[in-house]
């Protein structure tokens, strides 16, 4: 598996005070009023749940899975609900928690659909922002690490579901995506 892998964009340790940074402004933003976590799978499992283990006070977690990528490299442009909420969103103040905002898309079609169900307030904490691959007017809140226009995998990030156990965020070889 590590063969794979080009170069080690960020460690281990890199990543866990990015995510301990992001626990600390949650809890000073958000006290008092025990926000909705809402995880994205697969993707956002590993940052969720060091995540919510680096905020000190109270929060409530839950998931949902869209996917717009499959097994592709690009992405489709196409949101799909794989798995709803347990949780009503109705005057709760969601972070929608993601492991990397990409094109946006994801994020641009959760923020709507969280709005429509009356959320009292919608923000985004994801662990990598990649602003290169934009093609929506999506910014997170709070943002970890910027990553590079490349593929990256790790730390809950996948190519072709490969790869999400990886400690750190890794690029990806290009002769493993490339034909
Ligand atoms: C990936 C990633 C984000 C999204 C970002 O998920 O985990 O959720 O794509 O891309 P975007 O900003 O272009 O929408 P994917 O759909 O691959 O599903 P997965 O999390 O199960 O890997
Ligand atoms: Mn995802
Ligand atoms: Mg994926």
Same mark, same amino acid.
């Given at each position: $598996? ?5 170069? *080690?964009? &960020? ?9 301990? /940074?992001? !626990? ?18 697969? !993707?956002?499992?590993?940052? $969720? =749940? @060091?995540?919510? /283990?680096?905020? @000190? ?6 998931? $949902? @899975? *869209?996917?717009? &990528? ?10 799909? +609900? ?23 898309? =994801?994020?641009?079609?959760?923020? #709507?659909?969280?709005?429509? /169900? ?11 922002? #990649? ?11 709070? +943002? ?11 730390? !809950?990030?996948?190519?072709?579901? #490969?790869? /999400? ?10 002769? *493993? &995506?490339?034909?």
């Amino acid at each position: $598996m590590q063969d794979d892998i080009l170069s *080690v964009l &960020y460690s281990e340790a890199e990543i866990k005070t990015a995510v301990a /940074r992001l !626990g600390k402004a949650i809890k000073q933003d958000y006290q008092g009023k025990n926000p909705l976590l809402i995880g994205i799978l697969k !993707g956002a499992i590993v940052f $969720m =749940t @060091d995540l919510i /283990r680096s905020v @000190d006070d109270f929060v409530e977690i839950d998931f $949902m @899975d *869209v996917s717009s &990528y499959g097994d592709a490299a690009v992405s489709s442009g196409e949101v799909k +609900i794989l798995k709803d909420l347990d949780t009503s969103v109705a005057g709760r103040d969601i972070i929608i928690v993601e492991d990397i905002v990409d094109s946006g898309r =994801t994020l641009d079609y959760l923020i #709507k659909l969280f709005q429509t /169900r009356a959320a009292n307030s919608v923000k985004i904490c994801a662990l990598l922002d #990649k602003p290169e691959g934009r093609q929506t007017e999506v910014t997170a809140d709070y +943002i970890g690490l910027r990553v590079p226009n490349e593929f990256v995998v790790g730390y !809950g990030l996948d190519y072709a579901e #490969k790869y /999400r156990n990886l400690p750190y965020i890794g690029i990806l070889k290009p002769e *493993v &995506y490339e034909d």
